[in-house]
């Protein structure tokens, strides 16, 4: 048990962490432009289970709130983001990263 007294705080810390490194090492590595938005979606899903964590610990309900902004932000960014991907696959017949590049001209 740890100082505040609350047994599942470090394992959801832990897990939090675990979800934003998995998602920031998929987007480093991968090259599907769906894989990334997942990756991104994994980070914001560990960033809200740790703002929910610190505010269970602090017994403070302002990361809660900031969490229900974020999960709005990532819906309207799911959104957007596959409104892109299928305008890309109409233009261009693929959806990666390697010919993004050609969206300039």
């Known amino acids: 048990?740890?100082?505040?007294?609350?047994?599942?705080i470090f394992p959801a810390l832990i897990t939090g962490a675990a979800l934003?490194?998995?998602?920031?090492?998929?987007?480093?590595?991968?090259?599907?432009?769906?894989?990334i938005l997942?990756?991104?979606e994994l980070m914001l899903t560990g960033v809200?289970?740790?703002?929910v964590t610190f505010a269970r610990a602090?017994?403070?309900l302002n990361?809660?709130?900031?969490?229900f902004f974020i999960v709005t932000v990532a819906a309207a960014e799911?959104?957007?983001g596959l409104g892109l991907l299928i305008a890309l696959y109409r233009n261009m017949k693929e959806v990666g990263t390697?010919?993004?590049?050609?969206m300039k001209e």
């Open 1 to 8: 048990m740890n100082h505040v007294g609350d047994p599942y």
């Open 20 to 35: 934003f490194s998995v998602g920031l090492a998929g987007i480093t590595l991968r090259r599907s432009l769906i894989a």
């Open 38 to 40: 997942m990756c991104i």
């Open 48 to 51: 809200n289970l740790t703002l």
């Open 58 to 60: 602090n017994q403070d």
């Open 63 to 67: 990361g809660q709130i900031m969490v």
């Open 78 to 80: 799911g959104a957007i």
């Open 98 to 102: 390697s010919h993004l590049n050609q």
